[in-house]
Protein backbone atom coordinates (compact mmCIF):
# COMPACT_ATOMS: atom_id res chain seq x y z
CA UNK A 1 0.00 0.00 0.00
CA UNK A 2 1.25 3.18 -1.15
CA UNK A 3 1.21 6.18 1.46
CA UNK A 4 3.00 9.59 1.13
CA UNK A 5 2.74 11.65 4.33
CA UNK A 6 3.32 15.16 4.29
CA UNK A 7 4.58 17.40 7.38
CA UNK A 8 6.10 20.65 8.13
CA UNK A 9 3.10 23.04 7.39
CA UNK A 10 2.10 25.81 10.16
CA UNK A 11 1.92 29.63 10.48
CA UNK A 12 4.32 31.29 9.74
CA UNK A 13 4.90 35.79 9.11
CA UNK A 14 5.04 36.89 5.67
CA UNK A 15 8.40 36.58 4.51
CA UNK A 16 9.59 33.76 6.29
CA UNK A 17 10.17 29.97 5.78
CA UNK A 18 9.03 26.23 6.02
CA UNK A 19 10.44 23.13 5.04
CA UNK A 20 8.05 20.50 3.87
CA UNK A 21 9.12 17.40 3.55
CA UNK A 22 7.39 13.97 1.98
CA UNK A 23 8.00 10.93 3.38
CA UNK A 24 6.90 8.04 1.07
CA UNK A 25 5.89 4.18 1.43
CA UNK A 26 4.70 1.01 -0.55
CA UNK A 27 6.40 2.37 -4.01
CA UNK A 28 9.79 2.00 -5.49
CA UNK A 29 10.76 6.31 -4.67
CA UNK A 30 13.35 5.64 -6.61
CA UNK A 31 11.44 5.25 -9.68
CA UNK A 32 8.79 7.97 -9.33
CA UNK A 33 8.95 11.96 -10.51
CA UNK A 34 7.64 13.46 -7.05
CA UNK A 35 5.40 16.71 -7.17
CA UNK A 36 4.13 19.27 -4.71
CA UNK A 37 0.80 20.76 -5.37
CA UNK A 38 -1.55 23.37 -3.75
CA UNK A 39 -5.01 24.01 -2.74
CA UNK A 40 -6.10 27.38 -1.68
CA UNK A 41 -9.53 28.00 -0.22
CA UNK A 42 -12.02 28.67 -2.95
CA UNK A 43 -9.62 27.79 -5.78
CA UNK A 44 -8.53 24.18 -7.98
CA UNK A 45 -5.42 22.70 -7.01
CA UNK A 46 -2.22 23.57 -8.66
CA UNK A 47 1.00 22.74 -9.40
CA UNK A 48 3.98 24.03 -7.50
CA UNK A 49 7.02 22.02 -8.09
CA UNK A 50 8.48 18.42 -9.22
CA UNK A 51 11.52 16.69 -9.27
CA UNK A 52 13.04 13.90 -11.62
CA UNK A 53 13.43 10.52 -9.94
CA UNK A 54 17.33 11.12 -9.62
CA UNK A 55 17.00 14.53 -8.71
CA UNK A 56 18.93 16.10 -11.75
CA UNK A 57 15.92 17.97 -13.36
CA UNK A 58 12.81 20.08 -11.65
CA UNK A 59 10.34 22.28 -12.54
CA UNK A 60 8.82 25.10 -10.41
CA UNK A 61 5.47 26.94 -11.08
CA UNK A 62 6.55 30.81 -12.41
CA UNK A 63 4.69 32.00 -9.04
CA UNK A 64 7.05 30.42 -7.11
CA UNK A 65 10.44 30.46 -9.06
CA UNK A 66 13.57 31.69 -6.90
CA UNK A 67 11.86 31.30 -3.53
CA UNK A 68 11.10 27.23 -3.33
CA UNK A 69 12.88 24.59 -3.82
CA UNK A 70 12.45 21.22 -4.36
CA UNK A 71 14.74 18.29 -3.43
CA UNK A 72 14.63 14.11 -2.62
CA UNK A 73 16.74 11.52 -1.13
CA UNK A 74 15.93 8.52 -2.63
CA UNK A 75 17.48 6.53 0.52
CA UNK A 76 15.81 7.80 2.56
CA UNK A 77 12.23 7.84 0.93
CA UNK A 78 11.91 11.39 1.05
CA UNK A 79 11.27 14.72 -0.84
CA UNK A 80 11.17 18.23 0.51
CA UNK A 81 10.26 21.84 -0.46
CA UNK A 82 12.05 24.51 0.77
CA UNK A 83 9.54 27.69 1.01
CA UNK A 84 11.20 31.39 1.32
CA UNK A 85 9.98 34.47 0.99
CA UNK A 86 6.34 33.63 2.30
CA UNK A 87 3.89 35.45 0.49
CA UNK A 88 0.28 35.55 2.14
CA UNK A 89 -1.14 34.14 -1.79
CA UNK A 90 1.01 30.83 -0.57
CA UNK A 91 -1.75 30.53 2.38
CA UNK A 92 -3.35 26.62 0.88
CA UNK A 93 -3.01 22.97 1.63
CA UNK A 94 0.30 21.51 0.03
CA UNK A 95 0.06 17.89 -1.36
CA UNK A 96 2.74 15.64 -1.84
CA UNK A 97 2.13 13.49 -5.08
CA UNK A 98 3.71 10.45 -7.30
CA UNK A 99 3.64 9.61 -10.99
CA UNK A 100 5.34 7.48 -12.92
CA UNK A 101 8.36 9.49 -15.16
CA UNK A 102 6.30 8.35 -18.54
CA UNK A 103 2.55 9.07 -17.58
CA UNK A 104 2.70 12.58 -18.96
CA UNK A 105 3.30 16.25 -18.03
CA UNK A 106 4.68 16.71 -14.57
CA UNK A 107 2.68 20.00 -14.21
CA UNK A 108 -0.64 18.52 -14.54
CA UNK A 109 -2.28 17.11 -11.55
CA UNK A 110 -4.00 13.98 -13.34
CA UNK A 111 -0.17 12.48 -14.56
CA UNK A 112 0.17 11.62 -10.53
CA UNK A 113 -1.03 8.30 -9.41
CA UNK A 114 -0.52 8.66 -5.62
CA UNK A 115 -1.28 11.26 -3.06
CA UNK A 116 -0.83 12.77 0.55
CA UNK A 117 -3.35 13.64 2.68
CA UNK A 118 -1.90 17.19 2.68
CA UNK A 119 -0.53 19.93 4.97
CA UNK A 120 -1.72 23.13 5.49
CA UNK A 121 0.86 26.18 4.96
CA UNK A 122 -0.85 29.62 6.70
CA UNK A 123 1.51 33.01 5.60
CA UNK A 124 -0.18 35.78 7.36
CA UNK A 125 0.53 39.23 6.43
Known amino acids: QVQLVESGGGLVQAGGSLRLSCAAS????????MGWFRQAPGKEREFVAA????????YYADSVKGRFAISRDNAKNTQWLQMNSLKPEDTAVYYC??????????????????WGQGTQVTVSS
Open 97 to 114: AACDPWSGSYYREATYTY
Open 26 to 33: GLTFSSYV
Open 51 to 58: ISWSGSNT
